[in-house]
Protein backbone atom coordinates (compact mmCIF):
# COMPACT_ATOMS: atom_id res chain seq x y z
CA UNK A 1 0.00 0.00 0.00
CA UNK A 2 1.09 3.59 -0.83
CA UNK A 3 2.06 5.51 2.13
CA UNK A 4 2.78 8.90 3.19
CA UNK A 5 6.30 10.75 3.42
CA UNK A 6 5.11 14.27 4.39
CA UNK A 7 1.73 15.47 6.02
CA UNK A 8 0.71 18.37 7.79
CA UNK A 9 -2.16 17.90 10.46
CA UNK A 10 -4.21 20.11 11.83
CA UNK A 11 -5.69 20.13 15.18
CA UNK A 12 -3.59 17.76 16.36
CA UNK A 13 -3.18 18.43 20.01
CA UNK A 14 -5.67 16.02 20.98
CA UNK A 15 -8.21 13.53 19.81
CA UNK A 16 -8.46 12.37 16.71
CA UNK A 17 -5.83 14.58 15.20
CA UNK A 18 -3.32 13.98 18.08
CA UNK A 19 -3.40 10.13 17.05
CA UNK A 20 -3.51 10.47 13.15
CA UNK A 21 -0.02 12.27 14.18
CA UNK A 22 1.26 9.59 15.98
CA UNK A 23 -0.10 6.78 13.29
CA UNK A 24 2.02 8.87 11.01
CA UNK A 25 5.38 9.22 13.12
CA UNK A 26 5.08 5.35 13.71
CA UNK A 27 5.02 5.05 9.88
CA UNK A 28 7.85 6.55 9.04
CA UNK A 29 6.09 10.03 8.04
CA UNK A 30 7.18 13.39 8.86
CA UNK A 31 4.78 15.47 10.52
CA UNK A 32 4.07 18.80 10.72
CA UNK A 33 1.83 18.85 13.98
CA UNK A 34 -0.69 22.38 13.90
CA UNK A 35 -2.59 23.52 16.93
CA UNK A 36 -3.25 26.12 19.58
CA UNK A 37 -1.85 24.25 22.81
CA UNK A 38 1.56 24.72 22.65
CA UNK A 39 2.60 22.34 26.00
CA UNK A 40 0.40 19.29 24.02
CA UNK A 41 2.49 19.83 20.81
CA UNK A 42 5.48 20.03 22.75
CA UNK A 43 4.82 16.64 24.44
CA UNK A 44 3.89 15.16 21.44
CA UNK A 45 6.94 15.94 19.47
CA UNK A 46 9.10 14.85 22.43
CA UNK A 47 8.24 11.14 21.73
CA UNK A 48 9.24 11.49 17.97
CA UNK A 49 12.03 13.59 17.65
CA UNK A 50 13.04 14.36 14.08
CA UNK A 51 9.51 12.91 13.26
CA UNK A 52 6.92 15.25 14.63
CA UNK A 53 7.45 19.00 13.83
CA UNK A 54 4.98 21.25 16.19
CA UNK A 55 3.72 24.44 15.31
CA UNK A 56 1.47 26.75 17.53
CA UNK A 57 -1.22 28.26 15.40
CA UNK A 58 -4.89 29.52 16.02
CA UNK A 59 -7.31 28.34 12.87
CA UNK A 60 -9.19 31.34 13.50
CA UNK A 61 -6.24 33.46 12.75
CA UNK A 62 -6.76 33.27 9.04
CA UNK A 63 -3.34 35.99 8.03
CA UNK A 64 -1.01 33.37 9.47
CA UNK A 65 -2.00 30.58 7.18
CA UNK A 66 -0.16 31.08 3.58
CA UNK A 67 3.21 32.44 5.18
CA UNK A 68 3.03 29.45 7.42
CA UNK A 69 1.66 27.39 4.88
CA UNK A 70 4.35 27.95 3.17
CA UNK A 71 6.99 27.50 5.82
CA UNK A 72 6.00 24.09 7.02
CA UNK A 73 6.32 23.04 3.64
CA UNK A 74 9.28 24.00 3.05
CA UNK A 75 10.73 22.53 6.75
CA UNK A 76 8.94 19.42 5.75
CA UNK A 77 10.70 18.85 2.62
CA UNK A 78 7.58 18.15 0.49
CA UNK A 79 3.98 17.35 1.20
CA UNK A 80 1.84 14.15 0.58
CA UNK A 81 -0.85 14.63 2.51
CA UNK A 82 -3.10 17.53 4.79
CA UNK A 83 -5.87 16.44 7.06
CA UNK A 84 -7.93 19.20 9.03
CA UNK A 85 -9.06 17.75 11.98
CA UNK A 86 -10.14 21.23 14.07
CA UNK A 87 -13.41 21.47 15.24
CA UNK A 88 -15.51 22.94 17.89
CA UNK A 89 -18.60 22.20 18.88
CA UNK A 90 -19.96 23.76 22.12
CA UNK A 91 -22.86 22.43 24.32
CA UNK A 92 -26.05 23.92 23.20
CA UNK A 93 -28.95 23.87 24.51
CA UNK A 94 -32.01 22.76 22.44
CA UNK A 95 -34.03 26.01 22.89
CA UNK A 96 -30.37 28.10 22.90
CA UNK A 97 -29.51 30.91 20.30
CA UNK A 98 -25.83 31.68 21.34
CA UNK A 99 -24.24 33.60 18.59
CA UNK A 100 -20.88 33.63 20.01
CA UNK A 101 -20.79 30.12 20.33
CA UNK A 102 -22.42 30.19 16.66
CA UNK A 103 -19.61 32.20 15.55
CA UNK A 104 -16.89 30.34 17.02
CA UNK A 105 -17.88 27.06 15.32
CA UNK A 106 -18.43 28.74 11.57
CA UNK A 107 -14.52 30.42 12.18
CA UNK A 108 -13.20 26.82 13.14
CA UNK A 109 -15.32 24.32 11.68
CA UNK A 110 -15.16 25.54 8.31
CA UNK A 111 -13.33 28.91 7.68
CA UNK A 112 -10.06 27.68 9.20
CA UNK A 113 -10.63 24.63 6.90
CA UNK A 114 -10.89 26.52 3.55
CA UNK A 115 -7.82 28.69 4.45
CA UNK A 116 -5.28 25.86 5.08
CA UNK A 117 -7.17 23.74 2.74
CA UNK A 118 -7.30 26.29 -0.33
CA UNK A 119 -3.40 26.78 0.42
CA UNK A 120 -2.85 22.59 0.33
CA UNK A 121 -5.11 22.27 -3.14
CA UNK A 122 -3.28 25.55 -5.39
CA UNK A 123 -0.11 23.87 -4.67
CA UNK A 124 -1.16 20.28 -4.79
CA UNK A 125 -2.50 20.97 -8.32
CA UNK A 126 0.59 22.17 -9.28
CA UNK A 127 2.60 19.76 -7.74
CA UNK A 128 -0.11 17.27 -9.63
CA UNK A 129 0.38 15.03 -6.27
CA UNK A 130 -1.08 14.76 -2.82
CA UNK A 131 -3.97 14.04 -0.62
CA UNK A 132 -6.66 16.20 1.26
CA UNK A 133 -8.83 15.25 4.26
CA UNK A 134 -11.19 17.16 5.97
CA UNK A 135 -13.06 15.58 9.26
CA UNK A 136 -16.71 16.15 8.49
CA UNK A 137 -19.69 14.78 10.41
CA UNK A 138 -23.00 12.93 9.96
CA UNK A 139 -24.35 16.21 11.89
CA UNK A 140 -24.09 17.58 8.44
CA UNK A 141 -26.17 15.56 6.44
CA UNK A 142 -29.41 16.94 7.46
CA UNK A 143 -30.45 20.04 9.78
CA UNK A 144 -30.61 18.93 13.48
CA UNK A 145 -32.51 20.89 14.97
CA UNK A 146 -30.27 20.03 18.44
CA UNK A 147 -26.95 21.72 16.89
CA UNK A 148 -28.21 24.23 14.36
CA UNK A 149 -25.00 25.75 13.41
CA UNK A 150 -22.95 22.73 13.79
CA UNK A 151 -24.60 20.64 11.02
CA UNK A 152 -24.32 24.07 8.99
CA UNK A 153 -20.67 24.12 9.13
CA UNK A 154 -20.15 20.61 8.37
CA UNK A 155 -22.84 20.33 5.63
CA UNK A 156 -20.87 23.09 4.49
CA UNK A 157 -17.28 21.79 4.62
CA UNK A 158 -18.42 18.71 2.88
CA UNK A 159 -19.82 20.86 -0.10
CA UNK A 160 -17.12 22.83 0.06
CA UNK A 161 -14.80 19.28 -0.20
CA UNK A 162 -16.53 17.96 -2.75
CA UNK A 163 -16.15 21.25 -4.79
CA UNK A 164 -12.28 21.23 -4.26
CA UNK A 165 -12.24 17.10 -5.39
CA UNK A 166 -14.09 18.08 -8.55
CA UNK A 167 -11.82 20.96 -9.15
CA UNK A 168 -8.15 18.90 -8.65
CA UNK A 169 -9.11 15.36 -9.50
CA UNK A 170 -7.71 16.04 -12.96
CA UNK A 171 -4.18 16.66 -11.56
CA UNK A 172 -4.01 13.26 -9.62
CA UNK A 173 -5.11 15.41 -6.31
CA UNK A 174 -7.06 13.19 -3.95
CA UNK A 175 -9.58 15.19 -1.45
CA UNK A 176 -11.33 13.05 1.27
CA UNK A 177 -14.32 13.80 3.26
CA UNK A 178 -14.47 11.31 6.37
CA UNK A 179 -17.41 11.27 8.86
CA UNK A 180 -16.59 9.40 11.82
CA UNK A 181 -19.29 9.40 13.74
CA UNK A 182 -19.35 9.63 17.54
CA UNK A 183 -15.87 9.66 18.79
CA UNK A 184 -14.91 9.67 22.15
CA UNK A 185 -12.99 12.78 22.80
CA UNK A 186 -12.60 15.90 24.53
CA UNK A 187 -15.02 17.59 22.52
CA UNK A 188 -17.46 14.38 22.59
CA UNK A 189 -17.37 14.16 26.25
CA UNK A 190 -21.02 16.11 27.32
CA UNK A 191 -22.43 14.05 24.13
CA UNK A 192 -22.18 10.84 27.38
CA UNK A 193 -23.16 8.30 24.38
CA UNK A 194 -22.67 4.62 24.41
CA UNK A 195 -20.58 2.20 21.65
CA UNK A 196 -17.98 5.66 20.51
CA UNK A 197 -15.13 4.63 18.76
CA UNK A 198 -12.19 5.20 20.39
CA UNK A 199 -10.09 8.50 18.65
CA UNK A 200 -7.39 5.72 17.94
CA UNK A 201 -9.56 3.22 16.23
CA UNK A 202 -10.90 6.57 14.34
CA UNK A 203 -7.60 7.82 13.13
CA UNK A 204 -6.02 4.27 11.56
CA UNK A 205 -9.57 3.93 9.70
CA UNK A 206 -9.35 7.45 8.42
CA UNK A 207 -5.65 6.72 7.46
CA UNK A 208 -6.90 3.77 5.73
CA UNK A 209 -9.71 5.42 3.46
CA UNK A 210 -7.84 8.14 2.84
CA UNK A 211 -6.13 6.36 -0.24
CA UNK A 212 -9.72 6.39 -2.18
CA UNK A 213 -11.41 10.03 -3.02
CA UNK A 214 -14.45 10.80 -2.42
CA UNK A 215 -16.72 10.77 0.71
CA UNK A 216 -16.31 8.00 3.78
CA UNK A 217 -18.28 6.69 6.61
CA UNK A 218 -16.17 5.10 8.99
CA UNK A 219 -19.17 2.59 10.10
CA UNK A 220 -21.54 0.38 7.77
CA UNK A 221 -23.95 1.00 10.23
CA UNK A 222 -23.24 4.72 10.32
CA UNK A 223 -23.85 4.36 6.27
CA UNK A 224 -27.05 3.08 6.42
CA UNK A 225 -28.73 5.26 9.36
CA UNK A 226 -27.64 8.60 7.36
CA UNK A 227 -29.17 7.08 4.05
CA UNK A 228 -32.07 7.21 5.87
CA UNK A 229 -31.89 10.43 7.84
CA UNK A 230 -31.31 12.07 3.79
CA UNK A 231 -34.54 10.61 2.79
CA UNK A 232 -36.61 11.44 6.06
CA UNK A 233 -39.50 13.49 5.21
CA UNK A 234 -39.05 16.84 7.03
CA UNK A 235 -42.49 16.58 8.46
CA UNK A 236 -41.22 13.37 9.99
CA UNK A 237 -37.82 14.68 11.09
CA UNK A 238 -38.85 17.74 12.67
CA UNK A 239 -41.17 15.07 15.05
CA UNK A 240 -38.23 13.78 16.30
CA UNK A 241 -36.41 16.74 17.76
CA UNK A 242 -33.07 15.20 16.78
Given at each position: MESYRFAIVIGASSGIGAELVELLANQGCRVAA??????????????????????????????????LFQEVTQVL????????????????????????????????????????????????????????????????????????????????????LEALRNRVARYGVRVVTVKPGPVATEMTAHLHLKGMLSAHAAARRILAVSFKTGEHYLKFSDRCICAVIRVFPSFLFRRLKL
Open positions: VARRTDRLTELASRYPGKVLPYTHDVTNYEEVPPGGLDLVIYASGVMPEVGFNEFDFAKDRAMVEVNLLGAISWLDEAANRMQQTRHGCIVGIGSRGGDRGFGSMPVYSTTKAALATY
